[in-house]
């Protein structure tokens, strides 16, 4: 996949899937603004290590509807331009029902739709009318099994990525006729610092024995996904959401 003159903003881009997202872009010739919420050092070192020249670095918290305006303006000043957005910044907490206070209750799920969906709803707002403009881009969201399966112990989690989903479907409606295409990637777990405290754990075993492959997905799987979703070829694939989850759930 040649990503050579296209530029691209991904969001979380510290670590995890977003910094193995961002090394493929760059690698495939992309440039690439790489957005942070707190990790400014591992987002300059990260930023530092990507090949070819024109990166740039962005911050907002993204709960904050007025920085991630700001964010994307800057993002464009540093880039020129986006031709692709990655929205894969996300937060997760565990909150089980039957042992979570009300008033934890609800500061959880605040803050989890603050940041998965209505964060991404607003990045996506702003990126959009650059893209209608120009009448060309891609947007591709990052979203979880979970949205499907269940998060019995994280129902915000799961219902924000259930969210996601429904928003890259409809946008993807409504932003056809300008050759704007919106895709969705739904891994499993993925060996990422999130995941770490897991897949360490006594559950890390059963977890892995939950695809038939006996393991979890590498970042760098995911990024392949986005990849192949972002390229100009696959427009085709616009409202479609790719699983990434080694046989772990079926749908």
Same mark, same amino acid.
């Given at each position: *996949? +040649?990503?050579?003159? @296209? ?21 495939? &010739? ?17 930023? $530092?290590?990507?090949? &070819? $020249?024109?990166? &740039? ?9 007025? =920085?991630?305006? %700001? *964010?994307?303006?800057?993002?464009? =000043?540093?880039?020129? #331009? ?11 907490? $565990? ?18 739709? +603050? ?8 990045? !996506?707002?702003?990126?959009?009318? #650059? *893209? ?20 019995? +112990? ?6 924000? @990525? ?11 409606? #409504? ?7 919106? *895709? !969705? ?5 993925? $060996? ?16 892995? %024995? ?13 990024? #392949? ?12 694939? !616009? ?13």
């Amino acid at each position: *996949m +040649n990503f050579q003159n @296209k530029t691209v903003l991904i969001t979380g881009a510290s670590g995890g899937i977003g910094r193995t997202t961002a090394i493929a872009f760059a690698t495939a &010739g992309a440039r690439v603004a790489l957005h942070y919420g707190q990790r400014q050092e591992s987002a300059q070192q990260i930023r $530092e290590s990507l090949p &070819g $020249e024109g990166h &740039g670095l962005v911050q907002a918290d993204l709960a904050d509807a007025i =920085a991630v305006e %700001q *964010m994307v303006s800057e993002a464009i =000043a540093q880039l020129g #331009h986006i031709d692709i957005l990655v929205n894969n910044a996300g937060v997760y907490q $565990e909150h089980p029902l039957d042992q979570t206070s009300y008033s934890d209750w609800q500061t959880v799920w605040q803050q989890t739709l +603050n940041v998965n969906l209505l964060g991404a709803a607003n990045i !996506t707002y702003c990126v959009a009318r #650059h *893209m209608i403009e120009r009448r060309s881009g891609r947007i591709v969201n990052v979203s979880s099994r979970g949205a499907f399966r269940g998060e019995p +112990n994280a129902t915000a989690y799961g219902a924000s @990525k259930a969210g996601l989903n429904a928003l890259g479907q409809s946008l993807a409606q #409504h932003l056809a006729p300008y050759n704007i295409g919106v *895709m !969705t990637v739904a891994p499993g777990f993925v $060996e990422t610092d999130m995941a770490r405290e897991v897949l360490d754990s006594p559950r890390g075993d059963s977890v892995r %024995q939950q695809s038939p492959l006996n393991r979890v997905a590498r970042p760098e799987e995911v990024a #392949h996904t986005i990849l192949f979703l972002a390229a100009d070829e696959s427009l085709f694939l !616009t409202g479609g959401i790719v699983d990434v989850n080694g046989a772990s759930y079926l749908r």
